[in-house]
């Protein structure tokens, strides 16, 4: 799926180990004594190897546990005593339609109200058909009385 909408991007080519990235870049649901030892594990050893100096997160306006996980990034990353360099930590605002910004938290808030008119304004178009796949109530579901 990400393939496919992402297809008109002509760079982007997902890396072969994505789950590794995946697993990275989600945090919302570890625990406080789990995300520091990422984020050294990440700071000491992983920023160092691959010669990462910045770390690019999305500003998230509607789920206070991610909003909380980038500011104890910024914490742990930037500032916390540590042997390596510090990692900037780059909070960059979400795109938006209309004026509601581009969030997963939105897009799982409007899933729950099977909101697929809202949903089309705000995901590509091949993650829409498979959120209507697995989520809409089928057209026979709906005809019956």
Do not use: C
């Not at 080519?13 to 990440?42: C, D, K």
């Not at 690019?56 to 005593?81: C, H, I, S």
């Not at 304004?121 to 005809?143: I, N």
């Amino acid at each position: 799926m990400a393939e496919r909408g992402q297809f008109h991007l002509f760079l982007y080519s997902p890396p072969h180990n994505i789950q590794f990235f995946r697993g990275w870049g989600f945090y919302p649901l570890v625990e406080v004594p789990q995300l520091v030892v990422l984020m050294e594990l990440f700071r000491e050893y992983i920023a160092p190897a691959l010669g990462i100096t910045d770390r690019y997160v999305g500003a998230e306006p509607f789920d206070p546990v991610t909003n909380q996980y980038n500011r104890d990034m910024k914490t742990w990353l930037e500032q916390a005593t540590s042997g390596a360099p510090p990692v900037t930590v780059v909070e960059v605002p979400r795109a938006a339609i209309r004026g509601t910004p581009i969030s997963a938290a939105e897009v799982r808030r409007l899933l729950a109200k099977r909101d697929f008119s809202r949903i089309k304004e705000l995901v590509p178009a091949t993650t829409l058909q498979f959120l209507e796949t697995k989520f809409a109530p089928s057209m026979s579901a709906t005809h019956q009385e």
